[in-house]
C-alpha cells in the first residue's frame, strides 16, 4: 500500500510501493492516481469527481516519491517547476559492478514505443534524444554499487538503460538486466528524495523516502544508516527534468 507523506490544500506528495502503475494502463491493475483520488474523496468526503494532476511519473516497478497537484494552479506551477528543474528529485540504484567514485553518462536514446523499450543509439539516428546523468558512489559490496544519480535530462526509462549500456546493469532489472537479474527480483531503484517549492506559499520543500529492507538494499543497510538526511544527492549538481 502506497503511503501519504505530506497534504495539504495544493499538494499530495506519496511514498509508492513497487509494481503500482502511476495510472491505469492495459493491465486493468489498481493505479496510484486512482488509488489516491478515492483516498481523497473519502477523506474529506468530496462529492462527484475527485481533481487530482499528474505532475511526473515513476515507472510502474519503480518506488519512492511522488508528487501530485490537488488544484489546477498547482498543477500548472508544479509542471513549471518541472520544465525549469527546479523540482528537484535524487534516485538511489544498486547496480552491477565497481564503478569510478562519481561521473557522468551521457547517451543519444531512442524508444520503441510499440514495445516499450528503449536503446542508446548513434547521435544522428532519426529521432534519438539527448540523456545526460550524474551519479555518485555511496558505498560498493560484494560486485554490487550504491548510487545516487541526479538527471540532467529526462528520458523514458533512462537511468536504466544508460547504467546497462555502461555495463553496469540495475540490479533486479528484468528488461534491461538480463542475464544477469533473475525471475522474481525487485529493481534496486528508489525515488529517494524529492525537492520542490510549494505552489502558493513559495517555500522550499524537502522530503525523503527511507531505503526499502529487502535485498539488495539491506547489503548496504550500515552505509545508508550513516547518510544524513539530504546528503545522498549533495555535490550531484542541478535539478531533474522528468521522472523516468
Given at each position: 500500500?502506497?503511503?501519504?507523506?505530506?497534504?495539504?490544500?495544493?499538494?499530495?506528495?506519496?511514498?509508492?510501493?513497487?509494481?503500482?502503475?502511476?495510472?491505469?494502463?492495459?493491465?486493468?491493475?489498481?493505479?496510484?492516481?486512482?488509488?489516491?483520488?478515492?483516498?481523497?474523496?473519502?477523506?474529506?468526503?468530496?462529492?462527484?469527481?475527485?481533481?487530482?494532476?499528474?505532475?511526473?511519473?515513476?515507472?510502474?516497478?519503480?518506488?519512492?516519491?511522488?508528487?501530485?497537484?490537488?488544484?489546477?494552479?498547482a498543477?500548472?506551477?508544479?509542471?513549471?517547476?518541472?520544465?525549469?528543474?527546479?523540482?528537484?528529485?535524487?534516485?538511489?540504484?544498486?547496480?552491477?559492478?565497481?564503478?569510478?567514485?562519481?561521473?557522468?553518462?551521457?547517451?543519444?536514446?531512442?524508444?520503441?514505443?510499440?514495445?516499450?523499450?528503449v536503446?542508446?543509439v548513434?547521435?544522428?539516428?532519426?529521432?534519438?534524444?539527448?540523456?545526460?546523468?550524474?551519479?555518485?558512489?555511496?558505498?560498493?559490496?560484494?560486485?554490487?554499487?550504491?548510487?545516487?544519480?541526479?538527471?540532467?535530462?529526462?528520458?523514458?526509462?533512462?537511468?536504466?538503460?544508460?547504467?546497462?549500456?555502461?555495463?553496469?546493469?540495475l540490479?533486479?532489472?528484468?528488461?534491461?538486466?538480463?542475464?544477469?537479474?533473475?525471475?522474481?527480483?525487485?529493481?534496486?531503484?528508489w525515488?529517494?528524495?524529492?525537492?520542490?517549492?510549494?505552489?502558493?506559499?513559495k517555500?522550499?520543500?524537502?522530503?525523503?523516502?527511507p531505503?526499502?529492507?529487502?535485498?539488495?538494499?539491506?547489503?548496504?543497510?550500515?552505509?545508508?544508516?550513516?547518510?544524513?538526511a539530504?546528503?545522498a544527492?549533495?555535490?550531484?549538481?542541478?535539478?531533474t527534468e522528468k521522472?523516468?
Amino acid at each position: 500500500m502506497s503511503r501519504v507523506v505530506y497534504e495539504d490544500n495544493h499538494l499530495l506528495v506519496v511514498d509508492k510501493s513497487p509494481n503500482v502503475p502511476v495510472q491505469a494502463d492495459a493491465s486493468g491493475d489498481s493505479d496510484l492516481l486512482s488509488e489516491m483520488k478515492a483516498y481523497i474523496k473519502a477523506r474529506y468526503q468530496k462529492p462527484g469527481a475527485v481533481y487530482l494532476g499528474l505532475v511526473h511519473r515513476l515507472d510502474r516497478p519503480v518506488g519512492g516519491l511522488i508528487v501530485f497537484a490537488r488544484t489546477s494552479k498547482a498543477a500548472a506551477r508544479l509542471s513549471d517547476q518541472v520544465r525549469r528543474r527546479a523540482l528537484g528529485r535524487v534516485y538511489w540504484a544498486v547496480v552491477r559492478g565497481q564503478m569510478a567514485p562519481e561521473g557522468t553518462l551521457e547517451d543519444y536514446l531512442l524508444k520503441n514505443t510499440a514495445e516499450n523499450r528503449v536503446s542508446v543509439v548513434a547521435g544522428d539516428t532519426p529521432g534519438a534524444k539527448h540523456a545526460r546523468l550524474r551519479y555518485r558512489v555511496l558505498a560498493a559490496r560484494d560486485g554490487l554499487s550504491l548510487v545516487a544519480i541526479r538527471l540532467e535530462t529526462g528520458r523514458s526509462h533512462q537511468i536504466r538503460v544508460q547504467f546497462a549500456h555502461a555495463g553496469h546493469p540495475l540490479w533486479g532489472d528484468q528488461r534491461y538486466g538480463r542475464p544477469y537479474s533473475k525471475p522474481g527480483e525487485q529493481i534496486a531503484l528508489w525515488a529517494r528524495e524529492l525537492h520542490l517549492e510549494h505552489p502558493t506559499k513559495k517555500e522550499p520543500m524537502a522530503f525523503e523516502s527511507p531505503a526499502p529492507q529487502s535485498e539488495p538494499w539491506r547489503l548496504f543497510e550500515r552505509e545508508i544508516a550513516a547518510i544524513p538526511a539530504g546528503g545522498a544527492g549533495a555535490g550531484l549538481g542541478g535539478e531533474t527534468e522528468k521522472t523516468i
